[in-house]
């Protein structure tokens, strides 16, 4: 019983791991942090299920389940390294990676009908805990390749990373080269100590938490993605996006705010509300012609607003365009009131030196009529 202790409290640990890990999440974090959770998990409740199997079928079942952790989950842990450490790869390696780990899996999915993974499978029953006790095929020499030349990948990331790489953070590579020899001690020495328990299990776990520790802070160094998710947090932009045909792709919840026809719109539609769609049509026409992103005004009631067009990208290709909102009404106010004051001030300027000019109009002519009756009292 001791051994499904180990296996529930390792299991019940990695489901407050993922609860914490979906309490924290942010926009900007890679899906690669959601499947590292997900298979991390998944392989620690077969862990339990494995334990408490009691037929030889069943215990095949669930150890295929459980290979999809051990497949996949080296190779999503170096794709998330290679995130870390900013490195980038052609597509077609991470491809051939994703090929030769979904070709080693479907020979896992051969045990049971074929010698090639396992020659031959037995089901053990110790002190309560069952396992399985494999004789391995010529294939399963293949993912004990697979296993070492993601973990050694790793390894080489982090040191390139920690070289090369002086933006990445060397708290987060000490942390993730942690991970990496703990996970190659429990897979290559955890087994001549035990092969009763699976220490792949403890380490699953330390992955988790390890990377718990790494997503808190990952953010702060990428400032692309915190800049955006800073400005659509703060609520002053909003972003709708519209294909080459002008018809709705989505819109920021700002957008919606600042424009409130479009908060109904369907996707590949055009835009429902005529007036708007009309205004859309000249902001992009303005654009296309000079290719040159002009500042447009839009008003909504009180409300001011500064309209940019871009062009909209995925990845390197140009799919459609951007519309930038911007709220400037507190600027545009601010500036329509300090017109108001100088056209007030002019206007009293313009008064006071009216009636200036008529007083000194008026001082002259009582300066006239002086000099004239002093001139008729000298005749005199």
Not at 37 to 49: E, P
Request: net charge neutral.
């Amino acid at each position: 019983m001791i051994v499904i202790g180990f296996y529930i409290t390792i299991c019940m640990l990695s489901l407050i791991c993922c609860a914490i890990f979906y309490w924290r999440k942010r926009s900007y974090y890679s899906v690669r942090y959601t499947l590292i959770f997900i298979l991390a998990f998944m392989s620690q409740f077969c862990y339990v299920l494995m334990a408490l199997s009691r037929d030889v079928r069943e215990a095949i079942v669930i150890n295929k389940f459980l290979y999809v952790g051990g497949c996949f989950l080296p190779l999503v842990g170096l794709l998330l390294v290679f995130s870390i450490c900013k490195i980038r790869m052609p597509k077609w390696i991470y491809m051939a990676m994703m090929i030769i780990t979904s070709l080693v899996y479907c020979g896992v999915l051969s045990v049971g009908y074929s010698p090639i993974f396992y020659k031959s499978v037995e089901l053990r029953i110790e002190n309560g805990a069952a396992f399985l006790v494999k004789e391995y095929g010529p294939l399963h020499n293949v993912y004990i390749f697979e296993i070492a030349a993601f973990l050694i990948a790793t390894l080489f990331a982090l040191v390139y990373g920690w070289l090369k790489k002086p933006n990445v953070s060397g708290r987060n590579l000490a942390i993730a080269a942690f991970m990496q020899i703990f996970s190659i001690f429990a897979y290559f020495l955890g087994r001549m100590i035990s092969k009763n328990i699976e220490w792949m299990a403890l380490a699953d776990l330390v992955d988790e938490i390890g990377f718990l520790l790494i997503m808190d802070r990952v953010g702060l160094y990428f400032v692309d993605d915190m800049v955006s998710s800073s400005i659509l947090k703060d609520g002053e932009f909003g972003y709708i996006s519209l294909d080459f045909k002008r018809r709705y792709l989505s819109a920021t919840d700002g957008a919606k705010r600042f424009i409130p026809e479009i908060a109904n719109n369907h996707a590949d539609r055009m835009i429902e509300s005529e007036a708007i769609r009309e205004i859309f049509d000249r902001w992009i026409d303005d654009y296309e012609k000079e290719n040159v992103s002009k500042t447009h005004t839009y008003r909504n009631g009180e409300f001011i607003y500064i309209v940019r067009v871009s062009d909209l990208y995925d990845g390197r290709r140009k799919r459609g365009y951007l519309l930038e909102i911007t709220d400037d009404t507190a600027h545009q106010q601010h500036i329509e009131g300090m017109e108001r004051y100088y056209k007030n001030l002019n206007e009293e300027l313009r008064e006071k030196t009216r009636i200036i000019g008529e007083l000194r109009a008026a001082a002259a002519a009582v300066s006239g009529k002086t000099d004239e009756a002093s001139g008729e009292s000298s005749g005199s």
